[in-house]
């Protein structure tokens, strides 16, 4: 009978948030499937567990993941953790489960934390319905074109990004999306955890007068109706200059204020050069 391909739930951060289940299912596994085992090793000793580990990252995904199921169908049980959180959650293991999922082999999920979750789950933000996009595209090009397509969803958006990166992408989220409701989440469960929040040009000039930006960051950005509760009573060129002082382009705020008022980006043009 093959054995059990269990995907375990790690700490993000606090080493204390994993469940009891978590704790005895790698204290019994035969072997632990994990993307450093440095870093894993650190979380069994806290809890005194000694296992076998054996790497499984981006990098050898494909060969391990074969070895991997020759294991489980030869009967042994085996987790899946990855460095922080849930894994296969902008974490390896999807090729694992898929795979395992075919050859009938039983997958059980052991669950813990994942950041977007803790993220949204403290965020203030609507929860009923949110998408999470994994990390954005490095290029800008890309990031702009994805944010842009994702800008008419009625649903928050969530996203894992690179301190390197954040500015970057608070400056595209204004470009593209407007002016929104920001949270950034960063190093969530540690000593400097905080939550940060505002519209994108104001949580971007908060972090550029920071020497430098660090730690793991989840940007989640509210849906579009969420920002519209500006009076269509506003003077159009009002709500304009309003959007361009919050670092939208000019014609992204025209674009942002006809699509509120119901009108073309040629109309709030023309009403705005009438004499
Ligand atoms: N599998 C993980 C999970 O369940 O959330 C995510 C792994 S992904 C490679 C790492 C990214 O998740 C980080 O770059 C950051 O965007 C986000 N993240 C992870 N830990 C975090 C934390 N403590 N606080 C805020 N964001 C975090």
Redesign the pocket.
């Known amino acids: 009978m093959s054995g059990t391909l269990y995907v375990v739930a790690t700490p993000?951060?606090n080493l204390e948030d994993i469940s009891a289940r978590a704790i005895r299912i790698l204290g019994e596994v035969d072997l632990i499937a994990c993307e450093d085992t440095r870093h894993t090793r650190k979380l069994l000793d806290r809890y005194g567990i000694s296992r076998p580990l054996v790497s499984y990252h981006e990098h050898n995904e494909q060969p391990r993941a074969a070895e991997l199921l020759g294991d489980l169908q030869a009967g042994k049980n085996i987790a899946l953790v990855?460095d922080?959180?849930?894994?296969l959650?902008?974490?390896p293991g999807y090729r694992l489960v898929e795979q395992a999922r075919e050859q009938g082999i039983t997958v059980t999920p052991v669950p813990g934390?994942?950041?977007?979750i803790a993220?949204l789950s403290a965020s203030g933000l609507p929860t009923d319905s949110f998408l999470f996009h994994g990390f954005l595209p490095p290029k800008q090009g890309q990031r702009r074109k994805l944010l842009t397509e994702l800008k008419t969803l009625a649903a928050t958006l969530i996203f894992?990004?690179?301190p390197h990166r954040i500015l970057e992408t608070l400056e595209d989220i204004a470009a593209t999306l407007g002016e929104r409701r920001v949270v950034l989440?960063?190093?969530?469960?540690?000593i400097h955890e905080e939550f940060l929040r505002g519209t994108p040009a104001e949580l971007r000039s908060a972090l550029a007068e920071r020497p430098s930006v660090k730690g793991?960051?989840?940007v989640m950005v509210a849906r579009g109706e969420a920002t519209e509760t500006e009076s269509d009573d506003t003077p159009l060129d009002a709500a304009v200059e309003k959007l361009i002082e919050a670092g939208v382009p000019r014609m992204e705020a025209l674009k942002t204020v006809a699509r509120k008022r119901g009108l073309s980006k040629r109309d709030v043009y023309k009403k705005l050069h009438q004499p």
């Open positions: 993000i951060g990855s922080a959180g849930t894994p959650i902008a974490d934390p994942c950041a977007l993220a894992y990004e690179a989440a960063r190093e969530l469960t540690k793991e960051i989840t």
